[in-house]
């Protein structure tokens, strides 16, 4: 055997080492990723998935009409104006006769959530003739409460360690003997606005405002990134430094940090043109800011991908520019289109910065009726829950983080959809 077929079999061997060690380093990449993802995936369903159950407490409530102060002839606005809290108290004090002490008494009011005379009101009203009676009521649990039944607070802790006193385990330990607690599918969380209340907390606000903020973005991002699209792609000028400045600039725009945009609409849309703060229609215009590049850059490649004999065929039938490009290259060039327009504004449903920038983070209660109304997002509401210190608001930051994510991955199976319906081979 020559030297020369020693030195290429030399060769052959290190370069087939090198590429098994290259395909070894690729697989440990894409399992290291793996790895992360389900990791984090875990840690936030682990989190999340309580926040969909809530617990509930039942008391024997006496609505009687002297402690109300109204009988069940008054008006409406005399019941609404009953001293609820009065009988709430009352119920709980002949729960537990043995409380005498300010302190316990105090916990013992913790026990329920805020809203229960708010609950009692919603039931006098609709039905005044339960004034005199006695009424089994399920009463939204207290935060803590709620978390210590979902087996997030550790009693074997000493008791300074812990949210809930010993005497309060104690309670609690009546009432699940007694059959007292339920667990029920977290509706308040699907229907109520943001509060400061954990157990009160949802995030209909939220997702009606990024569902008003969506609809101004596409309403606005589509027509006129595809217009721009078909403009630069079919109709432009070639070797036009005005053109090529233009194209420029768009393939930079779409690198540009979101808060860039946020501060722009800041400056443009509420300070100049006045635009009302903190809206779903200023948060759509920020973020058709921001879709814009991504929309016109997958439009173009979509119709630049379309054959040119297409259009040579068009024009050689006798069709005019305008009639080829809207009647045979767009149509041909829609599911990569309809694919960019989803991902970005997918992309634009996750965005936070722009819209901290313009105001949406403000403490909302209030669903929005329309684009004008004040309103929050679904990050933003995201980014306000997490800095929260109650710790039941970790379990519905992941919650939130969970229905985001439902959407988006709705959104890109959708673009999927999309694409393989209005696919066509040629």
Do not use: C
Request: glycine share 6%; aromatic share 8%; no cysteine.
């Amino acid at each position: 055997m020559s030297k020369t077929t020693e030195k290429v079999k030399a060769g052959l061997a290190k370069r087939y080492a090198r590429e098994r060690r290259f395909r070894r380093f690729g697989l440990a990449s894409i399992i290291l990723s793996m790895v992360f993802l389900a990791v984090l995936l875990l840690t936030i369903f682990s989190n999340g998935l309580p926040a969909f159950t809530q617990t509930y407490l039942k008391f024997e409530v006496d609505l009687s009409a002297e402690v109300l102060g109204v009988d069940a002839n008054a008006e409406q606005a005399a019941l609404r104006a009953a001293s609820y809290s009065t009988v709430i108290k009352n119920t709980l004090a002949a729960s537990f006769p043995e409380v005498k002490k300010r302190k316990q008494k105090k916990a013992l009011r913790k026990l329920v959530s805020s809203n229960a005379p708010y609950r009692l009101q919603q039931m006098v009203m609709a039905n005044p003739q339960l004034i005199g009676t006695r009424q089994s009521v399920w009463f939204l649990a207290d935060d803590d409460i709620d978390t210590f039944f979902k087996g997030n607070i550790d009693r074997t802790l000493p008791e300074s360690s812990r949210r809930i006193k010993d005497f309060q385990l104690v309670w609690l330990d009546k009432l699940s003997a007694e059959g007292k607690v339920e667990k029920r599918f977290n509706t308040e969380f699907f229907s109520r606005g943001d509060s400061r209340e954990p157990e009160q907390a949802g995030i209909l606000g939220a997702l009606m405002g990024s569902l008003y903020t969506m609809l101004v973005t596409i309403m606005l991002s589509f027509p006129i990134g595809v217009a721009a699209a078909i403009y630069l792609e079919e109709f432009a000028p070639k070797d036009n430094r005005w053109v090529d400045l233009i194209e420029v600039n768009i393939n930079n725009l779409a690198a540009v940090p979101s808060i860039v945009f946020g501060l722009l609409g800041l400056a443009i849309f509420i300070q100049l043109f006045g635009v009302p703060r903190s809206t779903p229609l200023v948060g759509g215009l920020v973020l058709t800011l921001m879709t814009l590049p991504t929309i016109i850059i997958a439009s173009r490649a979509a119709l630049k991908a379309v054959p040119p004999s297409i259009r040579e065929a068009a024009l050689g039938l006798g069709a005019s520019r305008v009639q080829t490009v809207f009647h045979h290259v767009l149509p041909l060039a829609m599911p990569g289109i309809l694919t960019g327009t989803i991902i970005g504004m997918a992309q634009a449903l996750g965005e936070t910065a722009p819209l901290l920038m313009i105001g949406m983070v403000a403490f909302i209660i209030d669903i929005p009726g329309g684009i004008s109304d004040p309103a929050a997002a679904l990050p933003v509401q995201i980014y306000l829950w997490s800095d929260s210190p109650e710790r039941a608001f970790t379990e519905r930051t992941s919650a939130a983080i969970i229905v985001l994510l439902f959407f988006l991955v709705m959104m890109n199976l959708i673009a999927v959809m999309l694409r393989k319906k209005f696919e066509r081979r040629w």
